[in-house]
């Protein structure tokens, strides 16, 4: 049973890291580098 326990805490750990990267990744690009601005050629 102490490793379907270790196991649990293991991914639960994991989901924040993850999480934790997702909203550092979100939060260091700007909106605009998202956006496609074809180039104006008049």
Known sequence: ?????IA???REKLGVSGMEKIVAFDQSQSFDDLLWHP???T
Do not use: G
Not at 1 to 5: G, R
């Open 8 to 10: 649990q805490a293991n």
């Open 39 to 41: 180039k104006r050629t």
């Open 1 to 5: 049973m102490p490793a379907h326990d």
